[in-house]
């Protein structure tokens, strides 16, 4: 099933999430279909509170940078009940866009590297480091399950610029940014 993307303007985006337990009804379904959401949507990184799920679980998929950066050719991964503890002083910056801010890029400073502990969709507990690329979109993912959105990593002066395009976006919640199937 491809899920409907939740708009920016949804209080879903901003509630944060429950961590899920391994008895968490149909979710290797849940995970499959956010994989196949993802891929219809074009984008690297999908988390529930999108498809409107204030759950703890995101998934990523780096695969289409695999050209560029051939480590990241097989790079699809899901993280449940995730928690960064530990993120490097060094940042990037790099310019963000969001299946749930479509058409809205910026550049967003981050942590070039990150330590976190979570469990993938059969329960098997990690503590990993992400650096580079999918560090970036897992902190990107992370912020969702947070309740947060790219934009609020802008600088007052920079969200103050983009306030009418966030309010024309809030005003079309709900909507799918892409043809359901």
């Not at 409107?52 to 449940?80: M, Q, S």
Request: proline content about 6%; aromatic content about 10%.
């Amino acid at each position: 099933m491809i899920y409907p993307i939740v708009i920016y303007g949804s209080q879903t985006l901003r509630n944060p999430s429950e961590n899920i337990a391994p008895d968490y009804p149909g979710l290797a379904k849940l995970v499959e279909d956010m994989f196949l959401t993802l891929g219809e949507a074009d984008g690297v990184g999908l988390a529930a509170p999108q498809i409107g799920k204030n759950i703890r679980l995101f998934v990523v998929d780096c695969t289409p940078w695999g050209e560029d950066h051939p480590e990241l050719a097989d790079y699809r991964r899901a993280f449940i009940n995730a928690e960064i503890y530990e993120r490097s002083e060094e940042t990037s910056l790099f310019n963000e866009g969001c299946l749930s801010l479509p058409g809205l890029h910026e550049d967003v400073r981050r942590p070039v590297s990150i330590r976190m502990r979570y469990v993938d969709e059969k329960f098997v507990e990690h503590d990993e480091e992400f650096t580079g690329l999918p560090a970036r979109v897992i902190q990107h993912e992370y912020d969702h399950i947070e309740g947060k959105v790219f934009t609020d990593r802008l600088s007052p002066l920079r969200r103050n610029l983009l306030k009418s395009k966030l309010q024309r976006l809030a005003g079309g919640k709900y909507r799918c940014s892409y043809k359901t199937k």
